[in-house]
């Protein structure tokens, strides 16, 4: 008896492509279970120490009947940085920003002024100082597994709100 036939069958039962897919199907299985690789662990905590961050973060043009009142300092929110639940975060403080229009003056001078118009009472600037703890790296302060810098985008998240802030700026607190 042959090993291989005139159609490429091993012993005349089973094809050589069939037999090369089943080992490779069984070498894959053999890497996924034996040789998982890393797992549940993060580059950014490896030399970390764990220190408090504060965040300034601004927020343009929050839309509600009464946005101001929706946060107080002490409050737990929910935080989630590109994509990323980064855990929770302390409200420091709030503060409401005037919104203003520049008006010419009858002497050619601009003066900032009060935005008037009607529909810009339900639209509000805030910013807010956030506090909570992060990990200290060499390339800044990490919350949750996602690294915090001037310009990141925080998904802040509570009970009655969700909307988007954008970081000024970053202190790490000794």
Do not use: C, H, W
Not at 10 to 38: E, N, Q, R
Not at 44 to 59: C, L, N, R
Not at 95 to 124: C, H, I, M, Y
Not at 134 to 150: A, D, R, S, Y
Request: proline share 5%.
């Amino acid at each position: 008896m042959k090993i291989l036939d005139s159609q490429g069958r091993l012993f005349g039962k089973l094809s050589i492509l069939d037999v090369a897919a089943a080992l490779i199907v069984l070498l894959v299985a053999v890497g996924i279970f034996f040789f998982p690789g890393t797992s549940g662990g993060s580059v950014a905590q490896v030399g970390t120490s764990v220190k408090p961050v504060e965040i300034d973060a601004i927020a343009i043009g929050l839309k509600g009947t009464n946005v101001p009142n929706l946060f107080k300092a002490g409050d737990k929110i929910n935080v989630v940085i590109r994509n990323q639940p980064s855990g929770q975060i302390t409200i420091k403080s709030v503060k409401t920003l005037t919104r203003t229009l520049a008006v010419p003056q009858p002497n050619g001078t601009l003066k900032a002024l009060p935005d008037p118009r009607e529909e810009e009472a339900f639209s509000k600037n805030m910013m807010f100082t956030l506090e909570g703890k992060g990990q200290l790296t060499e390339n800044g302060p990490v919350l949750g597994n996602t690294k915090v810098k001037i310009g990141t985008t925080l998904e802040l998240e509570g009970s009655k709100y969700i909307f988007n802030a954008s970081v000024i700026d970053v202190r790490v607190k000794e």
